[in-house]
Structure formats: C-alpha cells, structure tokens
C-alpha cells in the first residue's frame, strides 16, 4: 500500500537500492528530470527508468518484468495490471493540442479548419485517439483522416515533414519542438487525459518505489510535470 | 600395401569379392554375378552405356542394388532380403575412382590426395607427404599446391588416381583410369597401376584392350547388362565370343558355320592351320565365327577369272575407307583390311575387291 | 548419377536442427494456447481484418515482384564482380538491413514527404507507399540470398553456353537463372517474407489508413495497443496471417519442384 | 578453368541492378541530410548510446553464434530430406519470418513470462532475453539462404567423398561446409544484420532497461518517441548503428576471401 | 553445312582460322602459331599438360591472349596490341566442345543438343528435331528426354559431342571428342564426325593416332607449350621429330648419329633399305634417329658368342614386361619388342636380350 503523499516525502526518507520505473513514452522528459531529482534527495537510490508505449509496459508487468512503478499514459492500461498494482493513483493530466507544421501552411486555427486540410490523427483504438475522437465529436466536427497513426510520435513526425497540414496531439508533446506549432482548440479542457501511477505490489525495493511515487506526487514532482506541460490532476 | 591386408583377412571366402547383382536404371537393367578372388584384378569392358559404371556404382554403394548380394572377404556389405544390408558406402572398405574425376574444387591437388588418409585418421602432415608422394607417381611432382581448376583434364584425371588409391582400399574400383592421357602418360601410369595394383583387389573398366591386358587377370564383357564373357583377359582377346569382344580386342569376327572341317560364311570358305579351331570345326553345320586381323588380310582388285570357291580367298564390296596412322583400313561387307594408303587410292565405297587370308592367321570360335 | 537423395550427413545433426526447429516452432504453440476461440472467428473475419489481410497479400505479391525484377540482376551483377566490387556493393545492399524499419521508414518520408526531394510524386499515405516501404526492408534479403546462390553454382556452365555460341540474355535466361533457381526461390520466399511481415517503415511512411494502408503487421499493432483488457483480437489476427502467408509460400514452393540437380 | 571472374551477363541487367541499388541508398542520404551535426558527436558518444552499442554488438554476435550453431545444421537437414519433408520442414522455418516481430515478441513472452511455460527460469527482461529475441526473428533468414545454397552445390563431391571412405563428419566439415560457404556467409550477414537490427520482438520480451536490454534499435526507439525532443539524436544512433554494422560485416567478409570455386 | 558458307566468306584470306598466340597460366606459358585453311582438319597432340585445351580455349575465347592476333576468315577477333580486339566467345563464330562435357544439368539431352541453334534464334520445334537427328547420329535416337545424370559417361561425351556440332559453327573446336568410347562407338563416331566436318574448319585435340589418322589432313604436336613438329598427319606419324611424336605413332624411336650411310647408337648400328633414310644418313657424325615398330624387332636371348657388331642387331637389358593383348611387351634400354606370352615366362626384369631388326623395317628421321 501506497503511503498517502506527505510534504516531507522529498526530504531524504532514508531509502536506498535501486528502483525501476516502468514510464509512458511521453513521459520520458519530465520522468528523466524527476528521476535525476529523487537521487539527488536520496543519494543511496539509483533510478532506473524504462519508456515505451503503455500498452507493451502494461503486457510486460503481467508477465512478470521486473518494474517497481509503473506510470501509465492512461488509466485502461494500468486497469490491465491491477492485480499488480493495486492502489493507482492519477498524478498529471494531458489535454490535446492542435499540432501544425512550422509556420502553419495550412492556417489552421481551430478544430473546424481539420476538416478542410490534410490531418492525421492517433488511431481511435489507442488513447489518444480515443481522446481526439471524443474532442472532435464535442465540436461536432467530421475529419477525413488521411491516416490513423500507431502514436503520437507518428502523428508529430508526418507533421513536422509536412506531409499532414495538422493532427491532434497531446500539449506535452510539442514542447520544445521548433518544428511544429501548436494551437489549443476550444473545449480542449474538457477532455483530460489522466496518467495513474503505482507502486507495484511485488517491487523489490518497496520502500523505495513507494517514496519515488511519493515524490512524483510530491510538490517538487508536480513542478517539473507542470513545467512539462502536464495538468495537475 | 592394403593388399596384403585384404588377402589376409579373405579367410572364410577363397573370394574377396563376391556380387550377385540386379539393379534398374529408368528403362534399363543391369543382372550380373561376378566375383574376384584377393589380389585379383578384374577387367570389365564393353559398349557405351552397357552398365559398366552402375556395377562399380552398386559395388561402392552409390546406387541400390534391387536384388542380390554383395560381400567383401565374406562380409556381406549389401543384401537385397533375407535379412536386409545396406552398408553405406564409406564403411564399405571400398574405394571408387569414378569416371568423373570429380576432385574438390576448394582444395589443393595435394589436399584431394590426403583427402582419403586424413579422412581415415592419419596425421595431417603424414597424409600431406604420402600425398606427395603419389603426386610424383602420377608425374605430378609440383602440382601439389594447384587447384583442380588451375590442372589440364589429364592431369585431373592423375590427381584423381592418386586420391583413389592413397586411401588404401582393401578393394579398389577403378571406371577408366588411364582416360583422357596421352599415350606417353597412359604408359607411365599403367606401369605405375600395375605395381601398386598387385595385391589390391581391383575392378576396373577400361575401353582399351591395352589397359586390359597390362593390369587384369580376368577380362568380363558386359553387354546390356549382363555378362556375355569372361575369363582370363589373353584368353577373351583371342576367342572373342560376341561381336564386341571382337572389336574390343581389335580382331574381325565373321559368324558362319562348321563345314567340311572348315568354315563357311555366304561364298567365302576358311579352312585353318590352327588345332583347336580344327577341333570346333568337326561337326558340320555347328555355329562358327573366324576371327582374324584386318593387317593379316590381304586385298587385291579382282582378276578376270576368279575361282569363287577358293578356299581363304573372296569377294567382298568395300564400304569405308578409313585412313589409320600407317595406310587406309579398307572396311568390306565381309571383314575388313589394312592396306597402304597408295593402294586405297585406287578404290573406293562399292569397289568389288577380293580378300585373301593365309590359313595360319585365322582361328575359329565358337558362337555365343 | 544421383541415386535417391543422396549426400551424406552425421545423423548427430538431427539433434542442433531439431533444437533450432523447436524454437522457432514452440513460441508460436504459446500464442495459440492464448487465442481466445470465443471470438476467434469474428475477429478473423472482420471487416478491417479482411480488408488488412488482402492488402498484406497484394501489396506483399507487388513488392515481391519489384524486389525480384531489380534484386535479382543486383544479386547477378555483385555475384559476377570482381572480388573487391562484390565486397563493396554487398556492403552497400546490407545497410538498410541492419536499420531499425521504423527509421527507415523516417528516412523515406523524409524522401517522398511533401518537403522531400521526391515530394511531388505524392507517395505518403497511398497504398504504393506501402509496397515501397516493404521494398525497401525486403530487398536485401533477397540481393544477399541471391548472390550468395549465384556464387555457389559459378560461371562454368555459363562459359560452356558461351563457347556454344549462345547470346548473353540467353545464358541468363537458359542458364544463370534455372542454374541459380534454388537459391533464387529462397530468396523469394525471404522477400516475401519480410515484406508480408513489415510494420516499422510501413506505420511511418505510408500511416495506418485502414483499407489503403493498414496491413496485417499494422493492424496487429492497433489491436494489440488497443486499450481492450486482452490482447484475443491482435492474436487471432496474427495466427490468420500466418496461416495464409505460409499457405501462399507452400501454393509457390509447389510450382516449381525440385528445382536444378 | 576459370580466366579473371568470367561469367557473361548481359549488359543492360546493370540498369535494373543500379535502380535497386540507388533506392536502397537514397533514402540513407536523406536521412544524413537530416543529421544536426551541431549535436552528433555528442549523441553518438553519450553513455546511453555507447551502452547500447556494445549491447548491441554483444547480443548480436553471440545470437549469430547460436542461430550458426543450430542453423547451418537444421538448413542441412532441409536441404538433404526428400522433397516432402524439405518443403513442410521450409514452411514450418518461415513462420517466424511472416509473424510481425512484436507478435513473436508477445509469443516470446507469454512462453517465458511468469505465467509462461517456462517461465522458472525467469528470462525476460534480462540480457538473455535480448539474445532469444534475435535468435527468434534471425534464425529462419539464416536457415533458408544456407538451404538455398547447399541444394545449388549438389551431392555430387558428398558421394565422391563417401566413395573414398569419408566418414560422415568429415565429409560435412570438408566438404559440405566448405563448398556451402559463400551461402553459410550470407546467411550469417543477413543474421547478423537482422539480430543487430532487430527491434519489436526485443522491445516487448526484453524489454528496454538501459545497459541491460536497451540496444541500439531500442534507443534509437526511445530517442525517436521521446516527447518534446527532435529526432536528431535518433538519426544520429542510426548512423551509428549502421556505420558500425557495416564496418564489422566488411571485417568479418575480410576474413575469408574468396570462397570456394 | 555450314563449312560452306565458312569457305565461300573466306575470300580474303588463304585461311579460315590463323592464329599467333601467347597466353601464361601461372608458371607455364604456351606460345604458338598456326593456321587452318577452310574445311581443313587440324589435329592437335602432345602429352598431358601440354597446353593443347589452353590453346583450344584461347581461341574460343575462355581464356585471354598475352600476346599474339587471332584471325577467323580474315575478321581479327583476338589482339593483344595495336587497336585491342577482344571478340566475346559468343560472337566469334567459333564453337567449342570443351575437354569436359559438361552438359547442362538442368536440360534434358534433346535441350542440350537443342541449345546452340535456339540461342541463334531456330524455332524451338525446329531445332528439337534438328537435336533429335543429332541425337540418332551418336547412337542415341532414344536418350532425348533423359536428363545427363542419367546417361552414362559415354552417353554424355556423345551428347556433347552432338551439341557442339548442331550449333553449325563456322569453326568448331573439339577437346578430345572421342573420349570416353568404347572401340566400337568410338569408331561409329569418328565415321560420323569424318562426315560431318568435311568442308567445316575445325581443329581437334586428341590422343589417339587412329583419331588423328582419321579425320584430321594436319597433326600439329605440342610439346611444353611450344610446336615440335606439324605437317600432313601420314607425314608426322611417319617421320616423329621428337620422342613424344614417336610414341604418339605407336613407333620406337632410338637417338644416334650417322656413321658410315647407316645409324650408330652406343653399341648398336642399324642399316635400312629406305632411300629417303639412306640420304639422311649420308653424311657421318649428324644426329639422327632410328624408328621402327616393336613387333618387328625379334627378341632372343643372347647365345654363346655374338658378334657385337653386327649389323641390325644388338644387345640391350629387359626393363619391364608389360602384358598386350597379344602377348607381351618388353621394354629395354634401347627399344622395345613384342614377343609371345611363352617367350616373356624366360625373361625378367634384368636379364640380357638380343633384338634384330630387318633393313626394311627401319626408317632415319632427323633430330629436332
Ligand atoms: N586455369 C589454370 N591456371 C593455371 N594453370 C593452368 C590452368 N589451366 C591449365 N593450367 C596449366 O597449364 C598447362 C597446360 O594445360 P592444358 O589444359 O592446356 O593442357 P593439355 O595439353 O590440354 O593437357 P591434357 O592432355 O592433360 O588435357 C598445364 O601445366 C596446366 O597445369
Ligand atoms: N542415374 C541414371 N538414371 C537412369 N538411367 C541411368 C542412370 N545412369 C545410367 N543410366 C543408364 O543406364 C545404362 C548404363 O549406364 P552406365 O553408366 O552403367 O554405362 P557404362 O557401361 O558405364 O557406359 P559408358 O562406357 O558410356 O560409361 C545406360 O543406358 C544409361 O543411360
Ligand atoms: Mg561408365
Ligand atoms: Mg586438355
């Protein structure tokens, strides 16, 4: 059982060994920044941190990898390992973002102008295709897609080769990119995508996973979130 | 030598080797039975495509026997039933020269040779000399280092013999190994087989009575697979019992019969000086071929009255002249002859000419 | 001159074949135990499934073809070259080989992309851009596969025809490529392969359009990364490509049997 | 018999050969255009790029090793078995080849997961693993294009050998591996290069824990898919991956010349 | 046939095929220079490794010139200077049938036979039937469908030997065609090949006289890579030049000097009847050589006292016994004879003979 969050979590909790943290990809900035911060707090610990897509992390905990935290991008994924992780808590929220080419050649400005360019959006199986459809359908607007891509990842480099004039990603996504621009569509709030985390019930290094969860929850963590551009949860 | 080795062990069999054999190649059949007693070499000649080489094939186990039975110094090595064997070929104590010289593209000629002592455990440098050595005994003394691609065909075909019989058999199978070498080489490395033969029992096909005659004891025709003769090779070459082993041993062979203690074939009458011809010329009537050398027959253009009936003198239509290395050979409807290329001038196919044979220079034998 | 099969092999080879056959076999008798048969038959059948598989197979067939029309006179030409060009070129053909798909994938549309050197041909997204995609991964296969055939039967024959008199095209026609059909039907069903099984290239450069360029690979991915508790559908769909893209191979094997020698 | 290379091929196969090769490489050069060379040196001798590296190199020598091992032998024993069996044992190899990497990666796991088969001896995500994973998705390359060419070579010298009472070991180590070599070659550069390529099925059942189970194919992955950072540093380990690839395939061809014939 | 057209484009130039050639295989380098008119037949003989298929080879093309210009009906398709010409084997008209059959594994013998004339554009059905009557000309009417592992080797020389001709080549170029054959074949094939070469250029390598004798105007003897002797075959097998020639014509040959109008060679001295000899030998002290048959050399052994100087006899040391079909020959220091079986059980490596030789057997040729 995860312990509840506490302010003087981030001071050093007397923790060690390492601890292995199973990230969302999109994560991989803001956790690379929050891992480099929980070792400084706790100089005994040494973060490891995987990325890859939800989905494979989510398949590779229930068949036994050796994660003591698992961050997932959504909360389905995280549903898939619940006899592992037990107690998710939801630490950061998402929200899409209209995501066009440097200098915006198809002046797009809002949802409505995708149905007249060439866009590429997330496949409605995986979640941020979920999450488009659901924005889109708020705005009633119907897209021809010119392709349903695996992931964001795809979504942005069609974008940034220009061979899509915009698509939807996550606002996470487009920071720090100069290739690509990004627009915050109207009612874009209203679709949060929430990202769980959890220590696992079988970590090798509970004292630890539970502090580095801690941690994420923490204040310090939540600033590096937000200066990602994640919302609070 | 192997040889010695073999002949050793041949207790329980007075053959080293014995085959019974019957095998099927697409819509041809090969039935033979032979044997070949230790030491022995056995001469098998005949036509292109009489199954010479598919015995040596069955022999090596490179081919299944359909029926028969194959031992080596009593061992049966393949059965077709009873209890049923087949033993591969390389336990077969066996070695076959095949008729493809086949040497392996990716090694030396040295390396080819040492093939079969290397294979059978001996130390790599050992086998690398003795390799040499048989290198030189082909005539080959520095070719060692070649590939087979970088060889002449006949030196190929030296290399092979040398592989072959480095590996020591107790029974060596031999499909032409003199072929394709000029004469000068053919005579070194028949001299050379005989040597290195005695001893090793040996098959060997060969298409030259020559070959034949300086390394076998015992000559066997095959004729669309089956035996037609055999026996010693001297005895073969001089009583040739089909029309092959005529011309394998050089000779022309008329086929008529026994009459008035001669021979008879259409208008032409041999009689012959020779005992035993003499003997089988008794009975009238009775099967008879004359067998002769084409040099012995002398031919002239027919003078106005001929005696058609003159016994060893007849008439004959030439149908080919064929120049040789010393005259013409003057091919007749009836038996043939060597005669000076001054003399061929006059002729030509369709001449009427008239052979005539001394009595001593014919012998009869019996047709098969 | 051959009698049977032939050729002469230690019977203790049996063991390390035998061991490499399970392996490749035994992972895939676990994914069968995890087919959920409940929905087997409607996850196979389904629309996307069918539309995916029927482009894996034309796209697959073309991609082949291209890869045999230009793979094969490459394989000939590196086969038949001087030792160090040979070396050169085979260096070359390998290089797209030991790049991840997926960055091959970025490098064509890097290409054909609308801000490409080739963007105004329009590739991206269209079903060509697939067969190119699996072109581009599958095509050293069947190059390497080729050549190394190609080297194995040598020119001797090709000299032969040669000193007969014979044209260039007709040795390469009558004798090269009989001569060299083994290794040439390998390197097909490499190619194909490889191509029917492309997914990295495939996703970045021609995108996931179901019905235009959502192959079977690519719709394995979808489902599998579908936020669906179990993974039955992308399962079921991997055992219906597999089954097909086997049967296909063994339908090509049987054409042409035996082959040369 | 033989005079320089020999072989005559018709000239014009050199049009074909040329257009494969230069679509296999233009896309590299696309990607080079895209390199920022501001940052290469540093991406390219980051601790993660040079852990993944030497992992990569690792596991995919010693995966080339064992699919050698258990390969060679099992293409053996394809291409010396009677038609029938060749062509049930071939399709039964190619499996693997049309199964989409990941999917052999999920079969991967759910044989040696925890819930697995074999799941005891705690495999995935391990070092290990990774070499599984290559082994699983090389293996068959290696397998077909060794078939391939030892059907090509013929038994012919294997009878010649057994003729001069060669046991079947030395008849395979002298002369069937020997004459089989230029395709044993390719077979091994295709392995090499599809192990040390391969991503998907490594990605799930090894995982991508740096300095354990992260290789090149994976970092390349996770600098590409990071969010919020440009793909530089992920063209910049493709350089490097395939830079090096190619270095020790050109090493490794260095080290037997010529070949047989 | 095509030797017609051959000839009758010929006109600018004596020969059909002219050739000065230089070539190096490794350690080993040929150079020669010969010309074949239109029609003619040119033999080629020496021993193994002699150079003769390189020669073959680099006139078909397999094989790069070093040096030299090749020339086929006044067209140069081969030069090593000046403007360099390097015609492709498949342009230059010329057809090899190489010392290796190699026939095409994977085209069944009516294919193979067919391949020359399909390559040069004849309709397939054309061209199968063109094969099939070549097939019937080399004894094969029925091997059509068979595929060549399943002919025996004889059957393969023959098929390629059909191959080679059905390409109706302006000149054809033959490695040892009768390779392989049985007598009888083998004669079947040269009366075959004797008709059908008539009027086409060729050039043939071979090691049997017969051969040589049989189909060929000219015999060119190759030895180390260099030409010893040439001339019209009757000639060269009459008169060897050098000791390869000599035993190439089935003739012994014996090195000495002329000495008073006969030979005189250690210990031995002959005379002959033969007017030519008889001039060659008029000025005394010049090297010559002594040829004759060995079956015209009389073998005795010693008796009491023989006059060691007499004329057309002389001493010499058995060498070796080498069985013949018909009896024995035995080889001595200087020269050998054939003898009968029973003669040789008297004799053993070793022991002393006395050999005589008839004036009218012997010929003087001069020394090369
Ligand atoms: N590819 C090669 N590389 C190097 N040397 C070679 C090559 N081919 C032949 N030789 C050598 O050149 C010489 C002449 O060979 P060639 O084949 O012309 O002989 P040949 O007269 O035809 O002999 P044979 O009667 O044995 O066929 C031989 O000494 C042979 O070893
Ligand atoms: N593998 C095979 N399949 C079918 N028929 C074959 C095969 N090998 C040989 N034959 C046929 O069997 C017969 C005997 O062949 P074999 O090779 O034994 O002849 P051979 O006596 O050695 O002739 P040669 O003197 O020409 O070498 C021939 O008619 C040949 O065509
Ligand atoms: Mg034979
Ligand atoms: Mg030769």
Known sequence: AAPAPSEDASAGSGVSGTVEVYAAASLQRSFDEIAAA???????????????????????????????????????????????????????????????????????????????????????????????????????????????????????????????????????????????????????????????????????????????????????????????????? | MSGERAASRGGRDAAALRARLRVRRRDFDVDVAFEVAPGETLAVMGRSGAGKSTILQVLAGLVSLKEGEITV???????????????????????????????FPHLSARENVAFGPRGSGVAASLARSAADDWLARVGLPDAGDRRPSELSGGERQRVAVARALAAEPRVVLLDEPLVALDPVTASEIRTMLGERLAGVTTVAVTHDA????????????????????????????????????????????????????????GEARLRTTDAASLALARTDGVPLAAVFRAADVRLTLPRARLAATADNVWRATVTHLVPTPTGVRALTDTGAAEIAAAQAATLAPGTEVVLRLAPDLVRFVPVA | MTDGRGGYIPRSLVVPAAVGL???????????????????????????????????????????????????????????????????????????????????????????????????????????????????????????????????TGVGYERTAAALGASRLTILRRITLPLAAPGIVAGIVLCFARAIGEFGATALFAGNRPGVTQTMPLAIYTAFNGAGVSQGTAVALSLLLLVTAVAVLLLVRGWRPGAAR
């Open chain 1, 38 to 233: 929980f070792e400084e707090d706790n100089p005994d610990v040494q973060v490891t941190a995987v990325y890859d897509g939800s989905s494979t992390l989510a398949t590779q905990i229930g068949e036994g990898a050796p994660a003591d935290v698992f961050a997932s991008a959504d909360e389905k994924n995280m549903a898939k390992v619940a006899d592992r992780a037990p107690d998710p808590q939801v630490f950061a929220g998402n929200t899409l973002v209209i995501v066009v080419p440097a200098g915006n050649p198809g002046a797009v400005d809002d949802l409505a102008d995708l149905a007249g360019v060439t866009t590429v959006l997330c496949a409605p199986e995986v979640p941020c295709g979920a999450a488009s459809a659901t924005l889109l359908s708020n705005a009633g607007v119907a897209v021809t897609l010119a392709s349903a891509e695996q992931n964001v990842t795809a979504v942005l480099t069609k974008v940034a080769a220009e061979e899509a004039d915009a698509g939807l990603v996550y606002a996470t996504d487009v920071v720090g990119r100069d290739d690509v621009e990004a627009i915050v569509p109207d009612g874009a709030a209203d679709v949060v995508n929430r990202y769980p985390i959890a220590a696992l019930a079988d970590a090798r290094n509970p004292e630890a996973a539970a502090a580095f969860v801690d941690f994420v929850l923490s204040a310090r963590g939540q600033e590096i979130l937000s200066a990602a551009g994640f919302r609070a949860p």
């Open chain 2, 73 to 103: 110094d009593g061992r049966v090595i393949d059965r077709s039933s009873g209890p049923r064997v087949r033993t591969p070929p390389m336990s077969r104590g066996i070695v076959l020269l095949g008729q493809d010289a086949r040497l």
């Open chain 2, 210 to 265: 020559v070959d034949a005659a300086a390394l076998a004891d015992r000559l066997m025709i095959i004729e669309q697979g089956r035996v037609t003769q055999s026996g010693p090779v001297r005895k073969v070459l001089a009583a040739p019992a089909t029309d092959v082993a005529a011309r394998i041993a050089g000779l022309e062979r008329l086929v008529g019969i026994a009459s008035d203690g001669g021979w008879l074939g």
């Open chain 3, 22 to 152: 399970v392996f490749l076999l035994v992972p895939l008798t676990a994914l069968v135990a995890r087919v959920e048969w409940a929905t087997l038959w409607q996850d196979v059948t389904s629309e996307t499934s069918r539309a995916a598989l029927a482009l894996s197979l034309g796209t697959g067939a073309v991609a082949t073809a291209v890869c045999a029309l230009v793979g094969v006179p490459l394989a000939i030409v590196i086969a038949r070259s001087t030792p160090r060009t040979a070396a050169l070129l085979r260096a070359l053909v390998t290089v797209p080989l030991v790049l991840p798909p997926m960055v091959g994938g970025v490098a064509l549309l890097y290409l054909f992309g609308r801000s490409g050197w080739f963007g105004a041909l329009g590739l991206p997204f269209t079903t060509p851009a697939v067969v190119l995609a699996q072109v581009f991964v599958a095509l050293p296969f069947l190059v390497l596969a080729v050549e190394g055939s190609l080297r194995s």
